[in-house]
């Protein structure tokens, strides 16, 4: 779909120049996670060993690679970041009643709803400790920042759904507070813990933006491809719960009046499974929406990669490149 | 039920060397509270004008005028802890399902769950930025600690309510959690912001502490007298939730078996508003362990008191010694 294309490179290649470093985060959150209440505990060693693939720790600990690389400042950051992501997706999973995330149950199969709250609100706390503990308050304020965005997005995505007309704009809005701020500030605040100079902080954080813009279109695509094998939901969630995403906006742009209609019906009525939520998906799942989305993805990382142009040539910088294209060109 | 009493003094009295200051804090609030969505936003604005007595910005700020007074410094992060236990009581009434606090309705009345966990999240994410605004990082850290004690706490109510042994220690170190972490940290982050000498933080933060465990017993004693014209709810609403505090503590330690066993049912069965319940309440509420648990918080206020003998004799130091007859004396 691009010229520019990595996809022989696995993640694990592409983060190879900080493998360490990342592993080092789960020592971190397992210390973190250790609690008094043994089903607690047990939720929170589920979430971690499910990891995810610690995308956000990693942008940190790349960008950092350009100046001046401390780990003491870097770790405890990575691991907030991280641990700030853990604990929205506990939020998120409580709110929309979730009992699988990445193909595995979530806290809510074996706590009640209040706990898991609760336990959202205990890695928060923790994250916002972690955050203190690189001794560079601007970073603290940027990690603080980036909470307040994704909240925001929470709530937008709240009020907005079961919506049929969303701008371009307000879901770019939407999907920068979702995802992007925070890859957004995981550069940013390498930057600042590495001490780059100003105009680097700004371009890494460009940089961090961007890709975390391109993820979230891509991931707004797989969401409409999935079968639950894959992601542990039917395809098309997002629709199904009243949540336009790109592929959706682009499939309407052209799409009959009657096939508009029904997507009206399905957004703006109550969440369904049903036969008609599944032939509307399997519509735009074939029309050229989807390809449409993922150059709009595209194009967020190339932007991402040009925000690194005056940098020099390291094993970092090529990385972050890779990193960049693995974003669009991933299928999972 | 003391010599030392200040009954006397109203709060407002109390409060006067940091009147004006406390008043600066609800415009931080209401700047803060300003979202896009009017539901929400209305919601904020009734948390914010519903008040409450704004004590641990108002010790925060007497502490500090023992050293340097920056209002700059001070009053972010005042601002901070009193919307730092304005999202955890959202939280809690969400978790609680509560439709009343303080006489008023609570966020549940007009948002679904979801919401209103995403609105404490929204109301944590902008304590933890103004937390930031000090420019003091200790004092951030400070103030993520209490966030942490305070989820510890509750999570330890939630895991040990229905279960009627708790040791007294237990029950401080629940109380604690509860409410003299954030007291504490305030005292202490006072201290820390004013540039105080590391002997007063300790002192200032065991002041802080003491008269925060002062005000949870009394708070404990309070719901076991509360009617619902008073607090929103009836009285000995922890009983009837399953939480044991220490005025049944006390009234147990003296119990016949049958009383025992009246309150084992209690205690152990679901939330119940029902004639056991009353019957149980007004004998504890008859029975001398109201009086003995007031003499307990005297004990606390009168360390919190202690705490502050070495520091010089100042409007500042009067008020925060009347405050801690306050806290035993209240009646509200």
New interface residues.
């Given amino acids: 779909m691009s010229a520019s294309i990595a996809s022989n490179l696995t993640l694990k290649q592409i983060l190879a120049p900080v493998a360490g470093d990342i592993e080092q985060i789960d020592d971190v959150l397992r210390s973190i996670g250790t609690?008094?209440?043994p089903?607690?505990q047990q939720g929170m060693e589920a979430i971690i060993a499910a990891g995810g693939k610690r995308l956000r720790p990693a942008i940190l600990f790349l960008v950092a690679k350009f100046n001046r690389y401390d780990m003491e400042r870097l770790l405890p950051m990575s691991a907030a970041i991280e641990l700030l992501h853990t604990a929205t997706l506990v939020?998120d999973d409580?709110?929309?009643r979730a009992l699988m995330r990445r193909g595995l149950p979530t806290l809510n199969t074996f706590l009640d709803?209040?706990?898991t709250?609760?336990?959202g609100?205990?890695l928060?706390?923790?994250s916002?400790?972690l955050?203190?503990?690189g001794?560079?308050?601007r970073a603290?304020?940027i990690?603080?920042?980036a909470?307040?965005a994704?909240?925001?997005g929470?709530?937008?995505q709240?009020?907005s759904s079961k919506h049929l007309h969303t701008s371009r704009d307000r879901y770019y809005k939407r999907i920068y507070s979702k995802t992007a701020a925070l890859f957004a500030a995981a550069a940013e605040i390498g930057a600042v813990l590495s001490d780059a100079p100003e105009d680097e902080v700004q371009s890494l954080r460009q940089y961090g933006r961007q890709i975390g813009m391109a993820f979230q279109v891509i991931d707004d695509i797989l969401d409409m491809q999935a079968t639950s094998q894959e992601l542990g939901k039917p395809s098309g969630a997002d629709l199904r719960q009243g949540t336009v995403t790109l592929p959706t906006m682009l499939y309407l742009a052209s799409a009959s009046e009657s096939d508009h209609e029904a997507v009206r019906r399905l957004v703006e009525d109550e969440d369904r499974y049903d036969e008609l939520a599944d032939e509307i998906i399997a519509k735009i799942a074939r029309s050229g929406a989807l390809d449409e989305a993922h150059r709009v993805a595209r194009q967020f990382a190339d932007e991402a990669k040009a925000a690194l142009v005056a940098f020099p040539d390291t094993p970092a910088h090529k990385s972050l490149l890779d990193l960049a294209d693995f974003a669009v060109e991933r299928s999972f």
Same sequence: chains 1, 2.
């Fill in positions: 609690v008094d209440y089903l607690l939020h409580t709110i929309d709803e209040g706990t709250v609760l336990a609100d205990y928060f706390a923790k916002a400790v955050s203190t503990m001794g560079v308050q603290t304020r990690f603080a920042e909470l307040v994704i909240c925001e929470e709530l937008e709240k009020f």
